[in-house]
């Protein structure tokens, strides 16, 4: 277990090395460059010089990179210029990184909540009206566009109902007490009860628009498996020899078919938290999906930077405990892996 974890690190620290390359070079392929996304139409050619001077932009592309990867490994990305100017990128984004990661953990348990049972039991009762519904619920979920469903749903829910806040975190007039930057964890931890409340009102409608694209591939992919399952000699021979149920839920249907569900899962969970832009966008969730358009509209390099860099950390990240969780679900996958 310990050699492949090790194993998958590494491969993982690769990937991550060869983005930053990547991103290293698209940056400053990009039109206009940090210069003039620092300067504007205000500099003059003299300015121009000198700030590419300071920059380091003078030197070599090894030597900018080889300062730029320093730097990065510090966690030093430089000095926001559009989103939030004169803050430290690094800052700006440790600041909206629970916003999105409060979001995204609300949306994939609302999509696990719905998606799941609702898969095996549509596979358990395949042709049914329960399995119809689901199947044209999923196929909505995935056509639909984010940005469309998060307006619908803003627009019935709180202007036409008034029963869920339009946007936001939080309500202005709430004076709620920062501890974890989660404000509805923050609210709990100092059990001021209003504020928990008032946050998770705020939190409920983006989740649910976040959510629609992870319930429908993992009620998908959930009833495909369990299909699959069901179709296995040993489930047969566990309900021949006249076992309980509930054991043959348990230990033969979902434990096997669940290692395609983890791997949709791990893959849902790295895309909300690479950002939501969208959702966060129609919301007005200060994260760093936000922050990502911000950040693309305004040329600030500096926190396109360590907002890329951390949400494809993150997506591997993500993807490194989906690949340990297979070892546990399936020890077969260690013996194999070892013997490769």
Same mark, same amino acid.
């Given at each position: 277990?310990?050699?492949?974890?090790?194993?998958?690190?590494?491969?993982?620290?690769?990937?991550?090395?060869?983005?930053?390359?990547?991103?290293?070079?698209?940056?400053?392929?990009?039109?206009?460059?940090?210069?003039?996304?620092?300067?504007?139409?205000?500099?003059?050619?003299?300015?121009?010089?000198?700030?590419?001077?300071?920059?380091?932009?003078?030197?070599?592309?090894?030597?900018?990179?080889?300062?730029?990867?320093?730097?990065?490994?510090?966690?030093?990305?430089?000095?926001?210029?559009?989103?939030?100017?004169?803050?430290?990128?690094?800052?700006?984004?440790?600041?909206?990184?629970?916003?999105?990661?409060?979001?995204?953990?609300?949306?994939?348990?609302?999509?696990?909540?719905?998606?799941? $049972?609702?898969?095996?039991?549509?596979?358990?009762?395949?042709?049914?009206?329960?399995?119809?519904?689901?199947?044209?619920?999923?196929?909505?979920?995935?056509?639909?566009?984010?940005?469309?469903?998060?307006?619908?749903?803003?627009?019935?829910?709180?202007?036409?109902?008034?029963?869920?806040?339009?946007?936001?975190?939080?309500?202005?007039?709430?004076?709620?007490?920062?501890?974890?930057?989660?404000?509805?964890?923050?609210?709990?931890?100092?059990?001021?009860?209003?504020?928990?409340?008032?946050?998770?009102?705020?939190?409920?409608?983006?989740?649910?628009?976040?959510?629609?694209? $992870?319930?429908?591939?993992?009620?998908?992919?959930?009833?495909?498996?369990?299909?699959?399952?069901?179709?296995?000699?040993?489930?047969?021979?566990?309900?021949?020899?006249?076992?309980?149920?509930?054991?043959?839920?348990?230990?033969?249907?979902?434990?096997?078919?669940?290692?395609?569900?983890?791997?949709?899962?791990?893959?849902?969970?790295?895309?909300?938290?690479?950002?939501?832009?969208?959702?966060?966008?129609?919301?007005?969730?200060?994260?760093?999906?936000?922050?990502?358009?911000?950040?693309?509209?305004?040329?600030?390099?500096?926190?396109?930077?360590?907002?890329?860099?951390?949400?494809?950390?993150?997506?591997?990240?993500?993807?490194?405990?989906?690949?340990?969780?297979?070892?546990?679900?399936?020890?077969?996958?260690?013996?194999?892996?070892?013997?490769?």
């Amino acid at each position: 277990m310990l050699r492949f974890t090790v194993r998958r690190v590494l491969q993982l620290a690769l990937v991550v090395f060869v983005l930053s390359v990547l991103l290293f070079a698209w940056l400053r392929a990009l039109p206009g460059g940090p210069v003039a996304a620092i300067l504007g139409n205000r500099g003059t050619a003299e300015s121009r010089a000198q700030l590419r001077e300071a920059l380091g932009l003078d030197e070599p592309i090894f030597v900018q990179y080889l300062a730029f990867l320093g730097r990065a490994l510090t966690g030093d990305f430089g000095t926001s210029t559009g989103v939030s100017p004169g803050k430290p990128a690094t800052e700006l984004f440790l600041e909206r990184f629970p916003a999105t990661v409060e979001l995204s953990i609300a949306a994939i348990v609302l999509a696990l909540i719905a998606a799941i $049972p609702l898969g095996y039991l549509a596979a358990r009762h395949r042709g049914g009206w329960l399995d119809n519904v689901g199947v044209v619920g999923s196929m909505i979920g995935i056509s639909i566009p984010i940005f469309f469903l998060a307006f619908l749903l803003k627009y019935l829910l709180s202007i036409e109902l008034g029963l869920l806040p339009t946007g936001g975190r939080q309500s202005a007039g709430i004076d709620a007490t920062r501890v974890t930057g989660f404000f509805v964890l923050d609210g709990i931890l100092t059990r001021e009860w209003d504020a928990a409340l008032d946050a998770l009102k705020h939190l409920l409608l983006p989740a649910l628009a976040l959510a629609s694209i $992870p319930f429908a591939v993992i009620f998908r992919i959930t009833r495909a498996s369990v299909l699959d399952v069901l179709d296995e000699d040993y489930v047969r021979t566990a309900r021949s020899k006249g076992l309980a149920q509930w054991v043959i839920r348990d230990r033969h249907i979902l434990r096997n078919a669940m290692l395609p569900v983890v791997t949709t899962i791990g893959l849902q969970t790295g895309a909300l938290l690479s950002g939501a832009v969208l959702t966060e966008t129609v919301f007005a969730w200060h994260g760093i999906g936000e922050a990502l358009a911000l950040g693309f509209e305004r040329k600030d390099f500096p926190v396109l930077q360590v907002v890329i860099i951390a949400a494809a950390m993150a997506y591997v990240l993500v993807n490194l405990v989906v690949d340990l969780s297979y070892a546990v679900i399936d020890p077969r996958i260690r013996t194999v892996r070892k013997g490769s």
